[in-house]
């Protein structure tokens, strides 16, 4: 299965502020998405990134708040902008390719002050 | 709209013990459902994966069933060990990755596990 390094692993960060975080696999993949896990709750989709287009995002995500970029097959970044409180969460990217198994990343654990 | 369900929220048990968790979606018309296991503030490890056209799965310890007519799954643990403590998700997909943009998984809220020695 494809191993997938997010950077950072964890941050915290001020208000207002905004943080790129980065997602590498070790092999070229056709789907790349990015989730967010609140604090004691499940996984909600933020988009799915792709490559050389712009992402699709789900109900209630906006470009203009989780930029995303995917240059490649194997690379992408989800920047979280102006934050606030209410962005501490674990953000995870994950790939997929067709009838095979979702692989996710470890995460990156966010902190907003 | 799919709405996945997972029964227990929190299972406590002695290490030793086989133990069974269930998921239960909504609609029926699935593609595959996988399941996942985190440990506390880490990503998803995938467990097993399992076909609409599948009804059993099994990897090592254990072993996922699907019946997908009347939307359930459960996974099998057999002779549990308190490395098994972590949170169980399921998830489902409603269509193959990549043919139509409704292909995302849909989580349950999970089941907690605790496995005491």
């Known amino acids: 299965s494809a191993v997938i390094s997010q950077k950072p692993s964890r941050d915290i960060c001020q208000r207002g502020t905004s943080l790129t975080i980065q997602c590498q696999v070790d092999?070229?993949?056709?789907?790349m998405f990015w989730y967010r896990q609140q604090p004691g709750q499940s996984l909600t989709l933020i988009a799915t990134a792709n490559q050389g287009s712009e992402a699709t995002y789900e109900s209630g995500f906006v470009i203009d708040k989780f930029p995303i970029s995917r240059p490649n097959l194997t690379f992408s970044t989800l920047t979280v902008s102006n934050m606030s409180p209410e962005d501490s969460s674990i953000y995870l990217c994950?790939?997929?390719?067709?009838?095979?198994?979702?692989?996710f990343g470890d995460g990156t654990r966010l902190s907003i002050l | 709209k799919q709405e996945v369900t997972q029964i227990p929220a929190a299972l406590s048990v002695p290490e030793g013990e086989n133990l069974v968790l269930n998921c239960s979606f909504t609609?029926?018309?699935?593609?595959?459902l996988q399941w996942f296991r985190q440990d506390p503030g880490k990503g998803l490890t995938s467990l097993l994966l399992i076909q609409s056209s599948q009804r059993e799965q099994t990897s090592g310890r254990l072993n996922a069933s699907l019946d997908k007519s009347s939307g359930r799954s459960t996974l099998y643990i057999a002779a549990s060990q308190p490395g098994d403590s972590a949170t169980y998700l399921c998830?489902?997909?409603?269509?193959?990755?990549?043919?139509?943009?409704?292909?995302?998984?849909?989580f349950g809220e999970g089941t907690q596990l605790t496995v005491n020695p």
């Open positions: 994950s790939v997929a390719a067709g009838d095979g198994p979702q692989h």
């Open positions: 998830a489902v997909r409603p269509r193959r990755i990549g043919e139509t943009s409704g292909s995302r998984l849909t």
């Open positions: 609609d029926s018309a699935i593609y595959n």
């Open positions: 092999s070229q993949v056709t789907m």
